[in-house]
């Protein structure tokens, strides 16, 4: 059994406190991460929060992970002692459904298991990245490129597979109109991708506070979507919209603002529900769409495109004494663009 230090929450409304958990000994095909760099994610803040239903407290979030291997179950073939890898959003799946056969975990059809707040294949209750080591099956660990440091890796780990994985699916590339909502977190990653990708890229953000980091991150055009007029000059202009915000919306003002066949991809998670009139739809072929993260396949496709494309996250890096403080920073947009927590600071 492996002591970590950790950070914790016992409650929606309670602040984070230093902890200790316990992390199994390891499998025949585990491996032992030291983790370096924890990402803070929006989706922490909701799980800490309880806003996504009940919570098994206390919780240690965290799936934004980035560090080193430092010990290997005897039949691990992947991975050796001194590798830099990451973990992200899930830590196991079923491996034998539809889905998962396909290299799709992250859609298990059983459920795949969370990286924290959920329950591992012993019955044991997840717990993630903000602490100092963890224990993953090898098949659901990717490896870190060395160009990538390992602070600006953590926020790949969800930030840069959620936008990477729809702007892929769907097509972003060379004569494709790509729309991103919200330069944040996820937006910041979309616009890079899609730029990397070749497609004509266009922010749509509430001002434009941060236009001058949006064209530096390879947008083409940039608009603040507080004014009327943005509405009526693009509407009818996208093949592809990724909506990266963890807010309600009005989802119809942007469905008018695809084209032909065009989709609107949501990405952001927000715990009210959306809603939108199906004409909207109908009346031009456009298509409604949800994405989650990718499969591990992906998301190591994912790191090595960010390494060849030198893409990496806007960062900052905190203590882990300011946990509480950043999930206020990230709930007032107060950001550029993703805490991320020195573990060894724990």
């Not at 597979?161 to 004569?175: D, E, F, R, V």
């Amino acid at each position: 059994m492996i002591i970590a230090k950790a950070r914790a929450v016992d409650g929606p409304d309670q602040s984070f406190r230093a902890a200790e958990i316990k992390r199994r000994d390891l499998d025949s095909q585990d491996v032992l991460i030291e983790i370096k760099y924890a990402g803070i994610c929006h989706s922490d803040i909701h799980t800490a929060h309880g806003e996504w239903g009940p919570v098994n407290y206390p919780l240690v979030p965290g799936h934004e992970i980035a560090g080193i291997v430092t010990a290997v179950g005897p039949h691990v073939t992947k991975y050796k002692i001194g590798d830099r890898v990451g973990v992200g959003c899930m830590v196991d799946s079923c491996g034998e459904c539809a889905n998962c056969l396909k290299g799709e975990e992250q859609y298990c059809l059983k459920g795949n298991i969370p990286t924290y707040a959920g329950v591992d294949k012993y019955g044991e209750p997840t717990q993630g990245g903000y602490s100092t080591h963890i224990v993953v099956t090898e098949d659901f660990v990717v490896r870190i490129p060395d160009s990538i440091g390992l602070d600006a890796a953590a926020p790949l780990l969800c930030a840069g597979i959620t936008t990477y994985s729809p702007l892929h699916h769907w097509g972003a590339g060379p004569g494709k109109k790509v729309a991103v909502v919200g330069m944040g977190g996820l937006g910041h990653m979309a616009v890079q991708i899609a730029y990397a990708m070749g497609a004509e890229v266009t922010v749509l953000s509430q001002t434009l506070n941060k236009k001058e980091d949006g064209l530096k991150l390879g947008a083409d055009h940039y608009y603040a979507t507080s004014e009327q007029e943005t509405f009526e000059k693009l509407a009818g202009s996208f093949d592809l919209i990724i909506n990266t915000v963890s807010a309600k919306i009005n989802m119809d003002a942007y469905l008018g603002l695809l084209a032909l066949d065009g989709t609107l991809v949501n990405v952001g998670a927000p715990a009210e529900a959306l809603s939108l009139y199906a004409i909207n739809l109908i009346g031009h072929r456009r298509s409604f769409a949800g994405s989650m993260i990718g499969g591990i396949r992906e998301t190591q496709e994912m790191l090595d495109f960010c390494a060849e494309y030198d893409i990496v996250p806007m960062i900052e890096v905190i203590s882990a004494d300011r946990i509480d403080e950043a999930y206020k920073r990230v709930l007032a947009s107060n950001v550029k663009y993703r805490f991320v927590i020195d573990i060894s600071t724990m």
